[in-house]
T-cell receptor, first 108, second 118 residues
Framework: GQSLEQPSEVTAVEGAIVQINCTYQ??????LSWYQQHDGGAPTFLSY????GLEETGRFSSFLSRSDSYGYLLLQELQMKDSASYFC?????????FGSGTKLNVKP | GAVVSQHPSWVICKSGTSVKIECRSL??????MFWYRQFPKQSLMLMAT?????????EQGVEKDKFLINHASLTLSTLTVTSAHPEDSSFYIC??????????????FGPGTRLTVL
């Protein structure tokens, strides 16, 4: 089976940096994706890691350690519009399995 | 990015009726589409993988006779919730996955359909 764990909620102030962790246990693994979802909306793709290391896309970066079955999403220069839920997802056998999600609250 | 549409965006129906939800990839051909279900403040749960020209593959615990999936063309997949009951009320989201020659490709999500069964 697949198991992905994330913190349920994180709060940070505008302009700060926040890290959202994801640990996974899966029967197979090709890579780890990150998605953002605002209330009532559909998920949007943020980042994907297939290999160990850091991937940077603007204010967002994602890290993967396959040996530790661990990854994180780093959000820099937080803005109010970053308040949303963030999901990690394992890509495995041409399917995606989502983590429990982390609600990020950005305060002024 | 690619565009995926979903129709309807919301639907209210009476218990016992069937509801059909359409998922279309508008500017690319999708040999594979996924159907997810999401309860409030919870994660996306993969229900099934829809493959064009073949039967859908359902995840464990998902009733294939209740959630009928048809992938009639490379741009259209439908999910029919048969004999809907209040516990089927949820947010249903599809995604389309373009064909790739090995490796990973991004999945593109539709806007979702909110189903309320009275």
């Amino acid at each position: 089976g697949q198991s992905l764990e994330q913190p349920s909620e994180v709060t940070a102030v505008e302009g700060a940096i926040v890290q959202i962790n994801c640990t996974y246990q899966t029967s197979g693994f090709y890579g780890l994706s990150w998605y953002q979802q605002h209330d009532g909306g559909a998920p949007t793709f943020l980042s994907y890691n297939a290999l160990d290391g850091l991937e940077e896309t603007g204010r967002f970066s994602s890290f993967l350690s396959r040996s530790d079955s661990y990854g994180y999403l780093l959000l820099q220069e937080l803005q109010m519009k970053d308040s949303a839920s963030y999901f990690c997802a394992v890509y495995n056998f041409n399917k995606f399995y989502f983590g429990s999600g982390t609600k990020l609250n950005v305060k002024p | 990015g690619a565009v995926v549409s979903q129709h309807p965006s919301w639907v209210i129906c009476k218990s016992g009726t069937s509801v059909k939800i359409e998922c279309r990839s508008l500017d690319f051909q999708a040999t594979t589409m996924f159907w997810y279900r999401q309860f409030p403040k919870q994660s996306l749960m993969l229900m099934a993988t829809s493959n064009e020209g073949s039967k859908a593959t359902y995840e464990q615990g998902v009733e294939k006779d209740k959630f009928l999936i048809n992938h009639a063309s490379l741009t259209l997949s439908t999910l029919t919730v048969t004999s809907a009951h209040p516990e089927d009320s949820s947010f249903y989201i599809c995604s389309a996955y373009p064909p790739v020659s090995g490796g990973y490709n991004e999945q593109f999500f539709g806007p979702g359909t909110r189903l309320t069964v009275l």
